[in-house]
């Protein structure tokens, strides 16, 4: 009975993660056919002709290239800043000596979290215009730090808060400062929660089109997203080649998920236990 029901499970998860495949499989399989007549014939089937023309026209001809280079410069450097500054202010609250200050910092991250993005649009805005950012860069990686701030802050400080105290103790007799103990001992233990960290922030960057498609006019600068629009736009009468723009989107961040999956598992559990 045990074993029926083992099996059961089995087959449940193989029919779950079926599921979850098949929109990616047959998006794969549409970019390596040669036309929309192929597609439309023989949608769910292997390509009888693998086309690659078709990633190297979308990757080339439709600057899929210059859109995913600068998404992954501004993902990277905005979920670098991001675990630089969470950290700090998580070691402070977690650390800190007054107690009630450290709840009121926290009750203003849990406050953040509760703020939707789009009602500060406008304000945002207003501010990279004064500053004088707009249309570069910096417009989408200031306000994609300071979003990602409050639950970046709370996921770290959970982690912290399951660090035994005697190490930071031990470090204090050796000599260390707190900067000393931040960098050079807090900082390496708290490795799969930066992990987490990073791999949430970098995932709502990277797939980010509202502040892009608005903060951003020079088609130099554009992000992914934004680019995969003007693209299906020029590419609309060509399903295969929108395809191949489509597994240039997915493939990077499925493989470094893939890649990271059990620093993310560890760094979301570890700081739900204590000790």
Same mark, same amino acid.
């Given at each position: 009975?045990?074993? !029926? #029901?083992? /099996? ?15 929109? &990616? ?18 949608? &769910? @089937? !292997?390509? #009888?002709?693998?086309?690659?023309e078709? +990633? ?10 210059v ?10 450097? *905005? /979920? ?6 969470? *950290?700090? =202010?998580?070691?402070a609250?977690?650390?800190?000596? +007054? #107690? ?11 406050? @953040? ?5 789009? /009602? !500060?649009?406008?304000?945002? +805005? !207003?501010?990279?215009q ?23 802050? %709370? ?6 808060? /399951?660090?035994?105290a ?6 204090v %007799? ?5 900067k ?20 949430i ?10 502040l892009?498609? +608005? ?6 600068l ?12 020029? #590419? ?5 080649q929108? *395809?191949?723009?489509i =597994? &240039? ?12 999956q059990k ?6 559990t570890?700081?739900?236990?204590? @000790?």
């Open positions: 009975m045990r074993a !029926l #029901k083992k /099996s059961g499970n089995h087959i449940f998860l193989m029919a779950y993660l079926l599921i979850i495949l098949f929109p &990616f499989l047959f998006v794969i399989f549409s970019s390596l056919k040669l036309n929309n007549a192929e597609i439309a014939l023989n949608p &769910f @089937g !292997l390509p #009888k002709q693998l086309k690659w078709n +990633y190297v026209d979308a990757w080339v001809n439709a600057k899929i290239n859109y995913f280079f600068n998404s992954l410069y501004i993902s990277v450097l *905005s /979920s670098t800043l991001t675990i630089v500054i969470s *950290s700090m =202010v998580a070691f609250v977690t650390r800190m000596r +007054y #107690k009630k200050i450290s709840a009121i910092i926290f009750s203003i991250l849990l406050l @953040g979290m509760l703020i939707p993005n789009t /009602s !500060l649009m406008l304000p945002i +805005y !207003l501010l990279l004064k500053i004088g950012v707009l249309n570069t860069h910096l417009a989408l990686i200031i306000p994609y730090v300071a979003n990602a701030i409050p639950i970046s802050a %709370i996921i770290i400080a959970a982690f912290m808060r /399951s660090l035994p005697e190490v930071e103790e031990a470090s %007799i050796d000599g260390l400062s707190a000393g103990i931040f960098v050079r001992i807090i900082m390496p233990l708290i490795g799969p929660a930066i992990v987490t960290v990073f791999i922030s970098f995932l709502g960057n990277w797939n980010e089109f509202l892009a498609n +608005y903060f951003l006019s020079n088609d130099a554009r992000t992914l997203p934004v680019g995969m629009v003007q693209f299906r736009d020029a #590419k609309l009468s060509n399903y295969a929108m *395809s191949a723009g =597994v &240039f989107c997915v493939v990077p961040v499925m493989l470094f998920y893939g890649l990271l620093q993310i598992i560890e760094g979301v570890a700081g739900s236990v204590k @000790g």
